[in-house]
């Protein structure tokens, strides 16, 4: 019960009744159950979200009550046991040249509440970082998004930096962000393109098998 | 209502027309900034991929170089001085009257401080605050007292306005107008004060720190719009304000939450403009727009600009559907995928297709759904302009003129290609 108010807290974006939702849970309740009814109030505004009946402000009030959440709960957590249990890990950033962050936040909330360890380099990234990052972290996945058109075009060295690394075979490469579509990701050697955090998660799912 | 099409308007007339919802001798067309125009490129400021085209280049390419006067750009490096002649040559029917500043101050980093304190950072082709906000953190209500706010009545905002006010009006037939700095934005200049999550989030998690800080800034946008207006109130024809309420994918916020949080706002800054003028008003805000078009109306916006066709219910069938009675819309020709990346012919297609959807009945102002960026070559800029010069005579055609294979590429001109075409008009309840 208290576990579906906590999801419902999330979900509405309230972050003070998440919080006192999860310090009346019993203390036997796992953290990890306190994770999944996390996830699952952040699956469901991301329904509601796709359906176009919440907007962005409801997803930034999700995230800092979910943020409120994760940090009382971080020190009762396995980290390790949570990171080989994740779905993978995913280097995500804002393409270089370009210091927007909001979309980018919300992507990497999104995708570590659906249970990926997730790596956020923040803005301005240069494609080498992304790289280096991956190779580093045996991600794979690699996102990154921009705002201008601009900016945007940037997007194209990403691949090109994977390559030299020699992990372009083994990383899966999804692009988002204003002005980018799905014809640009291919032309700038994407694999993947989503107009949403929510949409983003299903579609690397479904390209590295977790569906 | 159609006028009869005996003479040629005046473009005066013709903007006129257009907003009060009769049908013009041809589409009224705008370029130029605040925010239909184009940047500039200049150091430290540069493009990514080697396209380097912006005013300069369109001046150039029009045989009109050098530009006449010397290039001064805006914030995003909008060039707010746009040469008479390009004007001219684009049909313009519009000219911008701007509220004074300053002369920008570069810094050895080449960043520039504005009359708010923001800090603009070179970022690509022109500048961003975003990140770099100078009360990033504040969360004290004493604390953002002590901010550095901007005289409202800082004497450089009107001064000598009166006099090119009058001038514009009463020597040319254009279109005044009247734009005071960051078009008075008020969601805006939250974020770009504290970030964007704060501007989105502190009327909810910080309610007290949130009204304290839009009583201070609502004191310094009134001033500023006072103190502009009392020198140009009478000689503009429409005064801008702007904010951006949309998002690409959808509206930043639900109905509910700008009727509670933010409306109250918007609303006292234009009975505050209306006060000192008797212009229209237009009303900036990018993205996706849609559920907020009646209550804009319902605070007294006259013009929506700059409608952008790609961004969540945005479409130009489904505004003209839904709200072409009750406001005129402003912009429309998509700078986000058809400039940069269409050919000339799918230009030229689009631009009669939007003239058809939106001009019926008067109601529409063309213009780029935003700046033209670096990227977008000038002869695609004169494509549009041309093509809306030639294809926007009245009586405009009743049937679509445009091919399938164009139309698939840009499925915002087509209801039968969007998935929820009868999705029910939000109500206006407050």
């Known amino acids: 019960m208290i576990l579906q108010q906590l999801a419902d807290a999330i979900e509405k974006g309230d972050k003070q009744r998440a919080i006192k939702s999860m310090r009346d849970l019993e203390a036997d309740i796992h953290p990890e159950d306190i994770l999944k009814s996390l996830t699952e109030g952040i699956r469901k505004l991301g329904e509601k979200f796709e359906n176009h009946e919440v907007f962005l402000t409801d997803l930034v009030l999700a995230a800092q ?147 | 209502m159609c006028l009869g099409m005996v ?27 605040p925010s239909s125009g184009i940047v500039e490129i200049v150091p430290p400021c540069h493009v990514t991929a080697g396209r380097n085209y912006g005013y300069t280049a369109l001046v150039k390419y029009l045989g009109l170089y050098p530009p006449k006067p010397e290039p001064r750009m805006g914030s995003l490096n909008e060039v707010t001085n746009i040469d008479e002649r390009v004007l001219e040559r684009l049909h313009s029917d519009t000219r911008c009257l701007y509220a004074g500043t300053a002369p920008r101050k570069y810094m050895p980093d080449g960043s520039f401080i504005d009359r ?27 604390d953002m007292e002590k901010y550095p ?43 770009f004060l504290f970030g964007y999550e704060r501007a989105l989030t502190d009327p909810v998690l910080r309610p007290e720190f949130f009204k304290a800080t839009m009583d201070r800034m609502m004191e310094v946008q009134k001033g500023i719009v006072e ?27 639900s109905l509910d939450f700008y009727r509670k949080h933010w ?106 759904q935003h700046t033209a960026g670096a990227e977008i070559p000038p002869e695609k800029i004169v494509a549009v302009f041309d093509g809306a010069y030639e294809y926007g005579r009245y009586p405009l055609p009743k049937e679509a003129e445009i091919d399938r294979r164009t139309l698939e590429k840009y499925p915002y001109l087509s209801p039968e290609l969007a998935v929820d075409s009868d999705a029910p008009v939000p109500t206006c309840n407050s």
């Open chain 2, 263 to 368: 409306k109250r706002y918007h609303k006292e800054l234009v009975q505050h403009s209306k006060k000192f003028t008797k212009a229209k008003i237009q009303l900036h805000s990018c993205g996706s727009n849609w559920i907020f078009v009646k209550d804009f109306r319902e605070i007294g916006i006259d013009i929506l600009e700059n409608v952008q066709p790609k961004p969540w219910h945005n479409e130009p069938w489904r505004l003209k559907r839904d709200y072409g009675n009750i406001v005129c819309f402003f912009g429309g020709i998509d700078v986000q995928e058809l400039l940069p990346f269409g050919t000339i012919e799918d230009i030229e297609q689009v631009v009669k297709e939007t003239i058809r959807i939106y001009g019926e009945d008067g109601g529409y102002i063309l213009a780029l």
């Open chain 1, 65 to 211: 009550a979910a943020y409120g959440v994760a940090e009382v709960l971080e020190p009762h957590l396995d980290k390790e046991r949570m990171k080989a249990r994740a779905l993978g890990t995913m280097v995500i950033g804002t393409v270089e040249g370009d210091v927007h962050s909001v979309g980018k936040d919300l992507v990497a909330m999104v995708f570590r509440a659906s249970g990926f360890n997730v790596i956020d380099l923040g803005t301005d990234v240069p494609a080498k970082k992304f790289a280096t990052a991956a190779k580093e972290c045996g991600a794979k996945i690699v996102g990154a998004s921009a705002l201008l058109s601009t900016t945007m075009l940037g997007l194209s060295k990403i691949p090109r930096a994977l390559e030299q690394e020699g992990i372009r075979e083994t990383v899966r490469v999804i692009f988002g962000g204003a002005p980018v579509t799905e014809r640009f990701t291919k032309e700038a050697g994407g694999d993947l393109y989503a107009e949403d955090p929510f949409r983003a998660v299903k579609i690397v799912k479904k390209a590295i098998g977790c569906v």
């Open chain 2, 7 to 33: 003479r040629e308007m005046s473009p005066r007339e013709r903007v006129l027309a257009a907003v009060e919802h009769k049908e013009p001798d041809r589409i009224p067309i705008h370029f130029g900034a």
């Open chain 2, 227 to 253: 103190t502009f207006l009392q020198a140009t109130g009478d000689y503009i024809d429409v005064f801008y304000l702007g904010d951006d309420m949309g998002t690409q994918t959808g509206p930043t916020m």
């Open chain 2, 149 to 191: 706010w901007p005289d409202p009545h800082d004497p450089i905002i009107g001064q000598g306005k009166e006099k090119e006010a009058k001038k514009l009006s009463e020597e040319t037939e254009y279109w005044i107008i009247g734009v005071p700095e960051l078009g008075q934005s008020l969601l805006a200049i939250y974020f």
């Open chain 2, 116 to 142: 708010y304190g923001f800090r603009w950072y070179p970022l690509g082709p022109c500048y961003d605050v975003s990140g770099r906000e100078p009360m990033r953190g504040v969360a004290k209500i004493e």
